[in-house]
């Protein structure tokens, strides 16, 4: 299945690559292929095997401008021998100021999933602290991965300041369930096919950006949908002590901020960027085990922050394409909930994390990432990673 998913992929990209060069010769190009590489590299001196090359990935990005007003984008994204399409999305443009799209795509939710997290923008080679396998039994999808629905989105002049916006409807959340097909009140967002109810998530984000230059970006995100489903409850409802589980709301907020600047005084050019997230669940009742059923405050926060020094403007070749970065980040997951890190007593806690790194450009959208992570849990445990990944765009 793998061979024929690979095979099917040559095909494509061969076939866009023809359509490609017969609309060159004409001027009239409509189709335009990108996207990017990577290798990566992993040190963690406490494991058996302390050095492994842990990582690879190849993700085209397919562009193709149908007319003036219709555009269609997708990519393919393959990570470790996995294949999957990752959006696939139709837009059209009515005008300046408003665009409409319809399709798999990006969660505008956020800043990260949609602008930062594409491995030639991202100057880690890791991701941000979050809430994903490593954290949770299942990862939430928060804030990133792939939405089905559709969008309206745009940008409207201020003055001298912008404001842009991205507002959608799509399948909504999903309650996450254990081994034993119980809730647990873990939320999964990628429900792509929205199987568990007839309700649709509503959702946006407004960016600001205040000074005339566009040097700084504010922006304030929202969702909310019925994540639960009468079939859900074990009890089938007919005990007053358990939840309607076909009520059970998830709503989601965020804020970020995108901070550039160029400081003449050190020659060099400072990036401060971050992201805070915060997802509160209905109270509902969940089984602990076979016997015994609870309740929690289902509310959970994630953030990082990182700031990035290039000295850009400096004559020396080597060290203009430098950049240095820090990243801190947490992920709290709720308190009493039986899932989530664990202090020694039992009760939940933050988990956080230190990234100290180092990217050499040697494009625009290619080069050397390296880094030092290092995560703590409540529960004392620390574990210490040197991670490197090399990323070459297209």
Not at 74 to 85: F, V
Not at 99 to 114: D, H, K, N
Not at 198 to 217: A, D, M, Q, V
Not at 318 to 323: A, G, M, R, S, Y
Request: net charge negative; proline share 4%; charged share 20%.
């Amino acid at each position: 299945m793998r061979t024929l998913k690979f095979m099917m992929l040559g095909l494509l990209l061969s076939g866009f690559a023809t359509v490609y060069a017969q609309d060159a010769t004409t001027g009239a190009t409509k189709i335009v292929v990108s996207g990017a590489g990577c290798f990566g590299a992993v040190y963690n001196a406490d494991e058996d095997i302390k050095v492994n090359f842990n990582h690879y990935g190849f993700s085209p990005v397919f562009l193709w401008k149908l007319s003036d007003k219709l555009f269609f984008e997708s990519e393919i994204e393959i990570q470790d021998g996995n294949m999957e399409l990752e959006y696939g999305k139709i837009s059209y443009s009515l005008n300046k100021y408003m665009t409409f799209g319809c399709g798999r795509m990006l969660s505008p939710f956020g800043a990260y999933g949609e602008r930062w997290e594409p491995m030639f923008v991202e100057r880690f080679p890791n991701s941000p602290l979050r809430a994903d396998d490593e954290q949770l039994p299942d990862d939430t999808h928060l804030a990133w991965g792939a939405m089905m629905g559709l969008d309206v989105r745009g940008g409207i002049p201020l003055g001298s300041a912008k404001m842009n916006y991205a507002l959608f409807i799509s399948n909504g959340p999903l309650l996450y369930k254990d081994e034993n097909g119980r809730p647990t009140g873990l939320i999964q967002y990628e429900n792509l096919l929205d199987e568990n109810n007839t309700n649709k998530e509503l959702g946006g984000r407004i960016g600001i950006l205040p000074f005339s230059n566009s040097s700084l970006e504010i922006g304030f995100s929202g969702k909310h949908g019925i994540a639960g489903s009468a079939s859900d409850s074990i009890m089938n409802l007919t005990d007053s002590s358990y939840s309607n589980y076909a009520k059970i709301g998830a709503t989601a907020t965020a804020v970020d901020f995108n901070y550039v600047k160029s400081i003449p005084e050190l020659s060099s050019v400072i990036t401060v960027r971050g992201q805070y997230t915060s997802l509160t669940v209905d109270k509902a009742d969940y089984y602990l085990n076979d016997s015994t059923n609870y309740s929690f405050d289902n509310s959970q926060q994630n953030y990082f922050a990182q700031f990035s020094i290039r000295p850009a403007m400096v004559k020396s070749k080597l060290f203009k394409n430098l950049e240095f970065l820090v990243r801190y980040g947490s992920l709290t997951a709720p308190k009493d909930a039986a899932w989530g890190a664990k202090d020694l007593n039992g009760a939940g806690g933050a988990v956080t994390r230190l990234d100290l790194g180092l990217c050499y450009w040697f494009s625009w959208r290619s080069g050397l990432r390296v880094a030092y992570e290092m995560t703590s849990r409540p529960d004392g445990t620390k574990t210490n990673e040197l991670l490197a990944k090399f990323v070459t765009g297209f």
